[in-house]
């Protein structure tokens, strides 16, 4: 078993910048790719950002490709998400995810994680 924890959620206005973290335990963190999802109240849980085992590779939905970061420190067993020029359309709960399978396509899939966090709300303000 994985357990995940986010933190750093909150509200701020449109323009500025969060920074969610992610800390895991309960198995070799370096064992699993991370993911970050979001849900919107009365949308599907989407894709926002991935990272490998090793940290080399990163992906992105395009909603969010040149504004948000994502990385991890394995030391730490911990993910991170950068949020910058953050907009009122970002607000959801951002929820932080963990997958065994190295498998890429299955990646930005909601299907492809095997565990995840309880969720940090994310709000901004126009």
């Known amino acids: 078993q994985v357990q995940l924890v986010e933190s750093g959620g909150g509200l701020v206005q449109a323009g500025g910048s969060l920074r969610l973290s992610c800390a895991a335990s309960?198995?070799?963190?370096?064992?699993?790719?991370m993911g970050w999802f979001r849900q919107a109240p009365g949308k599907e849980r989407e894709f926002v950002a991935a990272i490998t085992r090793s940290g080399i590779s990163t992906y992105y939905a395009d909603s969010v490709k040149g504004r948000f970061t994502i990385s991890r420190d394995n030391a730490k067993s911990t993910v991170y998400l950068q949020m910058n020029s953050l907009k009122p359309e970002d607000t959801a709960i951002y929820y932080c995810?963990?997958?065994?399978?190295?498998?890429?396509?299955?990646?930005?899939?909601?299907?492809?994680?095997?565990?995840w966090g309880q969720g940090t709300q994310v709000s901004v303000s126009s």
């Open positions: 995810a963990a997958r065994r399978s190295s498998y890429i396509p299955q990646i930005k899939r909601a299907s492809g994680y095997d565990y």
């Open positions: 309960g198995r070799t963190f370096s064992d699993y790719g």
